[in-house]
């Protein structure tokens, strides 16, 4: 437990040891989860932490009250780090009332599979618990359709759950943050996997917080900021520049024989006649970081690949797993490529193209084996088509 103002406690909990959060995020340091109590009139808990450390959290409130006190969770984020231990919080005091949006309501419903006093924190509404006051601010999409931003106006302090957050357990989470260099990477990091898929929600998150002139930002992990705010909002800023540029396509293809790398060229040429920017990219010859920045930094895909055993290669399909369906979707997209008898290539990548909802051109560009001069010139028509379609969106 620690005391960061007047009534307010952390009562979160260190994970040091976690090397890998939500199955894909690499933490380095482990994290924290971060849980808030303030003692008004009545007393407030602000998030719960992850199920594996509720008794450690528990504890932590019990050095300040007994749990049968608090009168009110806030939920401003209900993934399971922040929701998991709410069960048993409820179990010792079931007359606990849970403010939280209608979407995360609804979320807690289907988490806890039980009944629980539930009150919607609408926008912008008030509560009143007595010598402070509790300001609901929606903000959806950070990260998740149910997440608020709750306010408490007489601290200056904001709960904004997993934004502004960050994977990092140092030695105190109250903004001592000794290894600056490490803290950066894990922001950069944590951004990046978080949010990067919605800068849009991020930029109105910011002007949300910007407008409160916080004093305290009770992040849901790593450290609580006080002096580093406009340093960890400018970053974000920075970071959620948009980045698409338009007229830009990036052909990413294999091949064996070099029937689907001429396809590609040709497509490609075709495309720079329109007057579009294109990068091609022999998968296996690209570095991840390229590759990523030319998924990222596009308008508009070509994916090419040979039939292999009645399907595309690998290289492809795991291009295709870096496709973003939240902020890639509805770029245009073309499938191409070569094979022999069957063919199937091109109708399973673009099934899956249509998935991540990609704009995929009707017409999959196949051709048996070796492409011939006519087919190459039919291609050069088609990448230039295809061009000229993008740049008059
Ligand atoms: C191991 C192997 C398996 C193949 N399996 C299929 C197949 O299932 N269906 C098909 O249409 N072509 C198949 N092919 C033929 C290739 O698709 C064809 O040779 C194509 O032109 C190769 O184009 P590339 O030079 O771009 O790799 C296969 C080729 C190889 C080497
Ligand atoms: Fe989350
Ligand atoms: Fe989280």
């Keep these: 437990m620690i005391k960061l103002a007047n009534d307010l406690y952390y009562v979160g909990v260190k994970d040091p040891d976690l090397k890998t959060f939500d199955v894909i995020v690499p933490t380095e340091t482990g994290t924290t989860y971060n849980a808030y109590l303030l003692r008004g009139e009545k007393t407030v808990l602000f998030e719960t932490v992850h199920d594996d450390f509720a008794d450690e959290l528990l504890e932590n409130i019990r050095e300040i009250c007994p749990a049968e006190d608090i ?13 998991g231990a709410l069960h048993k919080i409820l179990d010792i005091n079931p007359d606990v009332t849970v403010y939280g949006s209608a979407a995360a309501l609804k979320n807690l419903s289907n988490i806890l599979n039980r009944d629980f006093n539930k009150c ?8 009143d618990i007595g010598g402070y006051t509790l300001k609901f601010i929606w903000a959806p999409n950070l990260h998740w359709p149910d997440s608020i931003f709750t306010f408490c106006k007489e ?3 904001v709960f904004t759950c997993d934004f502004l957050g960050c994977h990092y357990c140092g030695e105190t989470v109250d903004e001592d943050i000794s290894d ?32 409160l002139s916080p004093a ?23 970071w959620s520049e948009p980045v698409v540029q338009s007229g830009k396509i990036s052909v990413f293809y294999v091949s064996c024989y070099g ?46 690949s040979p039939t292999l055993n009645r399907d595309a290669l690998p290289p492809v399909w795991s291009v295709l797993g870096s496709v973003s369906a939240v902020a890639d979707r509805n770029k245009p997209a ?60």
Aim: negative net charge; charged residues 25%.
């Design 71 to 83: 009168d009110i969770i806030v939920c401003d984020h209900t993934e399971p780090d922040h929701s």
């Design 120 to 127: 919607v924190a609408k926008n912008n509404s008030e509560l």
């Design 155 to 157: 601290l200056g302090a």
């Design 180 to 211: 600056t260099a490490g803290y950066d990477t894990e922001l950069a990091r944590y951004y990046k996997y978080i949010f990067g898929v919605f800068p849009a929600a991020v930029k109105n998150g910011l002007s949300l917080i910007r407008s």
């Design 216 to 238: 305290l930002v009770c992040t849901s992990h790593g450290p609580v900021l006080r002096r580093d705010i406009e340093k960890v909002c400018g970053c974000y800023d920075k």
């Design 259 to 304: 029937y689907t790398a001429a396809m590609a060229q040709a497509l490609a040429e075709g495309a720079r006649s329109a007057g579009c920017e294109v990068g091609v990219y022999e998968i296996t010859a690209a570095s991840d970081a390229e590759i990523d920045e030319a998924l990222r930094t596009s308008a508009a895909y070509m994916f090419g």
């Design 334 to 393: 073309l499938i191409f490529g070569s094979y022999g008898w069957s063919g199937e290539a091109c109708a399973n990548l673009a099934a899956r193209a249509q998935g991540l909802g990609l704009k995929v051109d009707e017409e999959l560009c196949r051709v048996c084996f070796k492409p011939s001069e006519e087919d190459l010139e039919k291609l050069r028509s088609k990448g230039s088509a295809f061009a000229a379609a993008l740049l008059s969106q």
